[in-house]
C-alpha cells in the first residue's frame, strides 16, 4: 500500500474480514487508528497504527488463493462459534477466509484468500461468473426437468427467478449445472420446485479453477497459467 485507502478496504486487503463485516466492526467501536475509534469513511497511510480489537493489523504482502475440496459437515465461515468451521478446519497459518459458501451438506471446491477486492470481485454476481456442480438427486432425470432447471426457476421463498443456466444429464439420476449466480441454496431449491431431492450435490469448478484430482480435505496454491487466466477473467 503505497497511498491511503479507505478503513474497511484496508481491513479487508489485510485478510481480517470482509468490507460488509469491516463497516459492522467500526459502529461497534471495534476498530481504531492511531488510538482513535474509527468511523465509516475514515482512510489509512501506511504509517497508521490500525488494531482491531486488542490485535493490530498490517497489509499482508503475499497474495494467498488456495483452492480447497471442502468435506461435507465443514461449514464456510470464520465465525470460530461454530465448532465445524472451514478455518480452524483448515488450520493455515496464515489468515486466510473463504471466498462465497458451499453449503455444510454439499463437498467440493471452495476457494480461500486473504484478498479481500480479490474475493469481491470473484463474488460479484453482476460479472456471471460461473460454477460448475455434479448433482445427484432421489429419482430418475426426465428432459422436462432439464428443460425446466435450465430456463430458470422461481423460488417463491427468496422472491426471485434463477437466471437460466446451462443443465445437462450425466447419468440416470445425475445432472450438471453451471450457475452464474449463488443464491443461497440455489440449487436445492430449485430440485425442490420440482419435487427432487437432492442426494449429493459436489461443485468441482469456479470460473477456470477446476478441482480435479484435488483430494477431500486438502488444498493446492493458486499459481502460474492458472492465476494469470483467473486474472484475465476478472478484468473482463
Same mark, same amino acid.
Not at 3 to 15: C, P, T
Not at 198 to 212: A, E, P
Not at 219 to 228: C, D, L, P, S
Given at each position: 500500500?503505497t497511498?491511503?485507502?479507505?478503513?474497511?478496504?484496508?481491513? =479487508?486487503?489485510?485478510?481480517v474480514?470482509?468490507?460488509?463485516e469491516?463497516?459492522?466492526?467500526?459502529?461497534? $467501536?471495534?476498530?481504531?487508528?492511531n488510538?482513535?475509534?474509527?468511523?465509516?469513511?475514515?482512510?489509512?497511510?501506511? !504509517?497508521?497504527?490500525?488494531m482491531?480489537?486488542?490485535?493490530?493489523? =498490517?497489509?499482508?504482502?503475499?497474495?494467498?488463493?488456495?483452492?480447497?475440496?471442502?468435506? !461435507?459437515?465443514?461449514?464456510?465461515? !470464520?465465525?470460530?462459534?461454530? @465448532?465445524?468451521?472451514?478455518?480452524? %478446519?483448515?488450520?493455515?497459518?496464515?489468515?486466510? %477466509?473463504?471466498?462465497?459458501?458451499?453449503?455444510?451438506? =454439499?463437498?467440493?471446491?471452495?476457494?480461500?484468500?486473504?484478498?479481500?477486492?480479490?474475493?469481491?470481485?470473484?463474488?460479484?454476481s453482476?460479472n456471471?461468473?460461473?460454477? #460448475?456442480?455434479?448433482? @445427484?438427486?432421489?429419482?430418475?432425470?426426465?428432459?422436462?426437468?432439464l428443460?425446466?432447471? =435450465?430456463?430458470?426457476?422461481?423460488?417463491?421463498?427468496?422472491?426471485?427467478?434463477?437466471?437460466?443456466?446451462?443443465v #445437462?444429464?450425466? $447419468?440416470?439420476?445425475?445432472?450438471?449445472?453451471?450457475?452464474?449466480?449463488?443464491?443461497?441454496?440455489?440449487?436445492?431449491?430449485?430440485?425442490?420446485?420440482?419435487q427432487?431431492?437432492?442426494?449429493?450435490?459436489?461443485?468441482?469448478?469456479?470460473?477456470?479453477?477446476?478441482?480435479?484430482?484435488?483430494?477431500?480435505g486438502? %488444498?493446492?496454491?493458486?499459481?502460474?497459467?492458472?492465476?494469470?487466466?483467473?486474472?484475465?477473467?476478472?478484468?473482463?
Open positions: 500500500m497511498e491511503s485507502i479507505r478503513i474497511n478496504k484496508y481491513l =479487508s486487503e489485510a485478510g474480514c470482509s468490507r460488509r469491516a463497516d459492522r466492526q467500526i459502529e461497534r $467501536g471495534i476498530v481504531t487508528i488510538g482513535r475509534t474509527a468511523v465509516m469513511g475514515d482512510k489509512v497511510c501506511p !504509517s497508521d497504527e490500525v482491531y480489537g486488542k490485535k493490530r493489523v =498490517s497489509m499482508e504482502e503475499e497474495v494467498i488463493l488456495l483452492a480447497v475440496n471442502k468435506p !461435507s459437515g465443514i461449514v464456510c465461515t !470464520s465465525e470460530k462459534r461454530e @465448532k465445524d468451521n472451514i478455518i480452524d %478446519y483448515m488450520n493455515y497459518p496464515k489468515r486466510i %477466509y473463504p471466498i462465497g459458501r458451499l453449503d455444510k451438506n =454439499s463437498h467440493g471446491l471452495i476457494l480461500m484468500t486473504n484478498q479481500g477486492e480479490l474475493a469481491n470481485q470473484i463474488m460479484r453482476r456471471y461468473h460461473e460454477k #460448475e456442480y455434479i448433482v @445427484k438427486v432421489n429419482k430418475d432425470i426426465t428432459d422436462d426437468f428443460r425446466k432447471m =435450465s430456463g430458470g426457476v422461481h423460488l417463491e421463498e427468496l422472491k426471485t427467478t434463477t437466471r437460466p443456466c446451462q #445437462e444429464k450425466v $447419468g440416470k439420476r445425475t445432472f450438471r449445472i453451471i450457475l452464474t449466480q449463488g443464491l443461497n441454496r440455489q440449487i436445492r431449491r430449485m430440485c425442490e420446485q420440482f427432487y431431492r437432492v442426494l449429493d450435490l459436489k461443485r468441482v469448478r469456479i470460473m477456470n479453477i477446476c478441482l480435479g484430482n484435488l483430494k477431500e486438502t %488444498y493446492r496454491k493458486i499459481t502460474g497459467q492458472e492465476w494469470k487466466d483467473l486474472q484475465e477473467q476478472l478484468e473482463k
